[in-house]
């Protein structure tokens, strides 16, 4: 075998330094064929040990980022994929037995299968620095380790340590790997080579779990521990929508991390995992980011100074998240007044974000207050973020265009109002584009990049980089009606409210969404955008959608009765939560569940069909990232493929005959 993906040297004192560096790629994947030279590279090593082995990476900042998971989709059945697991454990193995210490040289990113690899050797070190860069993040592709994690993290860190590792799938930094006991020492660019040999040369204890975790991992108590596992993973996931966190558990409470058997259990639980249409989905939504990034062309224009219009929370929010991610910016409102909200609130950001003190009080250099609007001369990109009214923001864009530089972009965070609308008054229309921010703007991954039909590729090039640039899904949608997301979010909102109004209670509804597996159910997403919100977006799109406005809704908003904001809404809000009444199982409609849903999915088709967004990949992503759409349902078209076009659109007309015109199959079904 040719050998393409490692490179081997040995030193005057008998130490053989494996070099992982995958040809033509950026970073280490741990794909069949390198996994398959690294086997063979092993042989004559295992047959003759060296003095020691240390692993080291040829990509900068970067060790192993996982198993290569473009392999994934080509495994179909649980018996190949236990064949396939079983060959990377054995191969784990066999750098676990060598006859000499070996060492992992963790010099960036290391996670899932990258990790497991590390874990097999006797001791790792990792370069320091502030990055989250160890995980086994494989739950979040409805999975848990394969080669050996499951047994060696608990074996190395301990129950609580390890399995909160692997539970959470959040990776961690190189001070908290240390203080768990994932790695051995903390190093340098300028000294792991020395402290690789001196491991090597002195070979000291190696890790192992606290003395607690180890009584915790007896058979007597794993019971015990068991069910508070359980109990904590029931608050965040169903066991019939994510398997993952469930099956790490029982495969751990069965075997106990043994050495003996665990591996073996690993295996058959992870390849009937991988097998899941939870993992296949979870698996696609992980390369439907990817397609997310890859929109647009590559651009020359520097993104440095962003101006923003409207210090309200969506404009203070959008502000702060831009300086956080390193871009200067100025923020402007009529009086400091209303400006200063927003920097308390950025202030806070960047405390929860940024824990050296000499690097956030340089964020919080970054945003700077500008009531006089002097930064618009200065910005790249200028984005208006006030209140939804088509004639206060085209006031403000006739002064803001004799203020911008040439070839500045200027952007709209408009909810509602369509581009062609708001441009009429603009000497560059084509220039201008719509960057659709969600609230919260910290947690929400989204930003739709809004265009016209004839708008230039060019400013679409640019809001995609800098969508891109500070850490952003960007999604391309034509200037329509609610856009994407609210135009998808309304029939589902609004159907809760038609629930509500023929009695059926707050919890069962919520209840329902949440058991077809959205984040939250629509009463109580609802009051978290809050009902103003929700009612001027039912004025825009309600005749659209052919839904009058409730009146109870119009009543609520005129009460000051917000939802999280103003603590009162559809349900109480205490301390940012809401407070539910026991849901009345006796009222629930035996068709709950697809009244609310389907509309969804039938709102999602007429957006692929009118070319809202033209790829139905991309709509699918927009709307996990966008809604919460339950992500293991792999997106909205995804989910209709999967239940199949014409029994949706039968189920559709049924719904129809019950319960009125607007669940009227669209016409784009034809398309699927």
Known sequence: ??????????????????CLDKADA?????????????????????????????????????????????????????????????????????????????VAAINGVCMGGG???????????????????????????????????????????GVRAGMQL???????????????????RITTLDEWRNDARTLIENVPPKQSAPLIDRILNLSVA???????????????ARKEHYPAPYAMIETWASEGASEATGYEAEARSFANLMCTSTSKNLVRVFFLQSKLKAQGNKTDARIEHIHIVGAGVMGGDIAAW??????????????????????????????????????RAETALRLQADVNGDGAAKADIVIEAIFENLEAKQELYVSLQEKMKPGAILATNTSSIPLQDLRTVLREPRRFIGLHFFNPVALLPLVE?????????????????????IGKFPLECLSSPGFVVNRILAPYLAEAMQLMEEGVSLAVIDNAAEAFG???????????IGLDVVLHSSKVLGASLQRPIPEALKKMVSDGQLGRKSGQGYYRWEQGKAVKPAADDGGTPDDIEDRLILPMINEAVACLHEKVVTDGDLLDAGVIFGTGFAPFRGGPINYARERGTTAIVMRLNELRKAHGKRFEPHSGWSDL
């Open 1 to 18: 075998m040719t050998i393409q993906h490692w490179k081997i040297e040995t030193d005057d004192q008998g130490i053989v330094w494996l």
């Open 26 to 102: 950026r970073a280490n994947v741990l794909s069949s064929e390198m996994l398959g030279e690294l086997d063979e590279l092993l042989a004559p090593i295992t047959q003759n040990p060296p003095q020691g082995l240390v692993f080291w990476s040829g990509k900068d900042r970067s060790f192993v980022m996982g198993a290569d998971i473009s392999e994934f989709k080509e495994i179909n059945s649980p018996d190949r994929a236990y064949e396939l697991v079983r060959l990377g454990q054995q191969l784990m193995d066999k750098i676990a037995d060598l006859g000499c210490p070996t």
């Open 115 to 157: 990790l497991e690899l590390a874990m097999a050797c006797d001791f790792r070190i990792v370069f320091a620095g502030d990055g989250k860069i160890l995980g086994l993040p494989e739950v979040k592709l409805g999975l848990h380790p394969g080669f050996g994690g499951t047994v060696r993290a608990v074996r190395l860190c």
């Open 166 to 184: 692997m539970l959470t799938g959040n990776p961690v930094t190189p001070g908290k790997a240390k203080a768990i006991g994932l790695v051995d």
């Open 222 to 236: 794993r019971p015990f521990v068991r069910n508070m596992l359980l109990s904590q993973v029931r608050g965040k």
């Open 322 to 359: 831009c300086a956080l991610r390193g871009h200067t910016v100025t923020l402007q409102d009529r009086e400091q007044k209303y400006v200063d909200p927003a920097l308390e609130r950025a202030g806070k950001l960047f405390s929860r974000r940024v824990r050296n003190a000499t690097k």
């Open 449 to 469: 990049v809004i265009r016209c039909e004839d708008t230039d590729q060019d400013a679409m090039d640019i809001g995609f980089a800098f969508t891109k640039g």
């Open 518 to 528: 959205m984040p939250v159910g629509p009463v109580e997403l609802a009051d978290s």
